[in-house]
T-cell receptor, first 114, second 113 residues
Framework: GAVVSQHPSRVICKSGTSVKIECRSL??????MFWYRQFPKQSLMLMAT?????????EQGVEKDKFLINHASLTLSTLTVTSAHPEDSSFYIC??????????FGEGSWLTVV | GDSVTQMEGPVTLSEEAFLTINCTYT??????LFWYVQYPGEGLQLLLK?????DKGSNKGFEATYRKETTSFHLEKGSVQVSDSAVYFC????????????FGTGTRLTVIP
């Protein structure tokens, strides 16, 4: 079946630095990818919809200048957390949409900002 | 707004025990309901779904029935196996369909031999 790969699975970064998380669709072309985050004991929340070749669409309350999303090709979307702070520590997960509304998720990335 | 409330874990069961993971929802309109599963080291996978009231989704021995009167979609399995150890997420789709999913917090299930 379709596979979505996310990297890195765990990352620790210093406060004030930036960190990039990659989401790749390995065996299909994904014109649309989605980025979610989950704080401890809370639900997965949609952050943004990433469209290949155009700007991402951000959900209300998500800072577009802080969470930079780039979808440069049909198989790769990246999420860059800029000037990270400890409150950005969270679980980030991407998903990619295949024709027919089937959605495949990556493995998720644990970000810890110290 | 739309939301999903899911039974908190973790849940630890012995092999062949009966499993229930509760899920209730709040939604306008008529959402579709889903259970997703994440096995260790893997991405989320769709386990089963139901698109209208009284529908029963089933897969791999798991079942869940869309109950509109109680706004529930509880996940059940009659006899769990060690290989069922995973995190289970209840979700509903909003007005935009499968591209706009609301998730529960997830329930970690551990099955011991």
């Amino acid at each position: 079946g379709a596979v979505v790969s996310q990297h890195p699975s765990r990352v620790i970064c210093k406060s004030g630095t930036s960190v990039k998380i990659e989401c790749r669709s390995l065996d299909f072309q994904a014109t649309t990818m989605f980025w979610y985050r989950q704080f401890p004991k809370q639900s997965l929340m949609l952050m943004a919809t990433s469209n290949e070749g155009s700007k991402a669409t951000y959900e209300q309350g998500v800072e577009k200048d802080k969470f930079l999303i780039n979808h440069a090709s049909l198989t790769l979307s990246t999420l860059t957390v800029t000037s990270a702070h400890p409150e950005d520590s969270s679980f980030y997960i991407c998903s990619a949409s295949l024709a027919g509304n089937t959605i495949y998720f990556g493995e998720g990335s644990w970000l810890t900002v110290v | 707004g739309d939301s999903v409330t899911q039974m908190e874990g973790p849940v630890t069961l012995s092999e062949e025990a009966f499993l229930t993971i509760n899920c209730t929802y709040t939604a306008t309109g008529y959402p579709s309901l889903f259970w997703y599963v994440q096995y260790p080291g893997e991405g989320l996978q769709l386990l089963l779904k139901a698109t209208k009231a009284d529908d029963k989704g089933s897969n791999k021995g798991f079942e869940a029935t869309y109950r509109k009167e109680t706004t529930s979609f509880h996940l059940e399995k009659g006899s769990v196996q060690v290989s069922d150890s995973a995190v289970y997420f209840c979700a509903l789709s909003g007005d935009l369909g499968a591209n706009n999913l609301f998730f529960g917090t997830g329930t970690r299930l551990t099955v011991i031999p």
